[in-house]
């Protein structure tokens, strides 16, 4: 079971991370990259997600650190 079964993740979330991302890591703020980042969180692919969701599920700055973590391991383990 995912972390979040059931939500479907609303443009809305996706433009709150872009807003959040075109303050603290601009470079990352465009839709794409901040679904992709939002789906992972639900599916719960990255390590420590679930600890995120259920004591603060409003930091994006964790989920940020902890995305960029499991890109960068995923590049160099295709």
Known sequence: MTIMSGYKISDEDVDGAVRYMKIFHPEKANPVYCRAM???????????????????????????????????????HP
């Open 38 to 76: 939002l789906e992972a969180f639900q599916a719960g692919v990255i390590l420590g997600l679930r600890q995120i969701a259920l004591t603060n599920p409003d930091d994006i700055e964790e989920l940020y650190e902890k995305y960029e973590a499991y890109l960068e391991t995923k590049a160099r």
